[in-house]
């Protein structure tokens, strides 16, 4: 039987499906990737045989890591996530929950994610300019939460060429850690029009 807490994840690569445990109690991705995928009791599994992965060989280049999406059920909205053709595994991120993080702590300053709107940003370069407006953050007693903008999948924009590689890949790698030279959290911001891809 399935174990309690854990749903079937969907890995999409081009020309390819995989499949994988997602456990609530982690709310990840479990990285063992399965050819295929039954139904079993009360709910659809991974299984076949593990496929193989070298998580002690080094991440490939950047620009050879592969765009993915991941559905996990019951929900079925994916999110895109990033595959190390050399690992043969996801690098990340492991959750949907991921664009809610990155919205409650980064903002967007041309191209770069910036922790509480920079001036850092998490892949150490130089920039300046306006944030995009993504930052929403929250605590106790803050902002009414049910106002809060719709968490885009910046991951979706992986392609883009004035989104910063850098910075998503090492954020995706440890999102936890506190970049160097991060701001102090903020205080409440002014509100404003929530900015959005496309808008
Ligand atoms: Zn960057």
Avoid: K
Wanted: glycine share 8%; with cysteine.
């Amino acid at each position: 039987m399935a174990p309690v807490g854990t749903w079937l994840a969907t890995i999409r690569l081009p020309g390819a499906v995989r499949y994988a445990d997602y456990s609530t109690v982690v709310e990840a991705v479990c990285t063992p990737l399965y050819p295929s995928m039954e139904f079993a009791y009360d709910r659809n599994r991974a299984c076949g045989e593990r496929l193989p992965d070298f998580p002690e060989r080094p991440l490939a280049p950047i620009d050879e890591l592969i765009l993915v999406t991941i559905e996990r059920e019951p929900y079925g909205e994916p999110w895109h996530a990033l595959y190390c053709p050399n690992r043969q595994r996801i690098v990340g991120p492991l959750s949907d929950h991921y664009r809610y993080r990155l919205q409650e702590e980064y903002d967007l300053i041309n191209g770069h994610l910036c922790r509480y709107a920079g001036p850092a940003t998490v892949c150490g370069r130089v920039t300046d300019g306006e944030p995009l407006g993504l930052l929403f953050p929250t605590w106790p007693g803050g902002p009414d939460t049910s106002d809060a903008p719709p968490a885009p999948d910046l991951f979706a924009r992986w392609n883009d060429p004035d989104l910063c590689r850098r910075c998503f890949l090492t954020w995706s790698t440890q999102p936890e850690e506190n970049p160097e030279g991060a701001a102090d959290v903020p205080g409440p911001v002014q509100r404003r029009r929530w900015w959005r891809f496309g808008h």
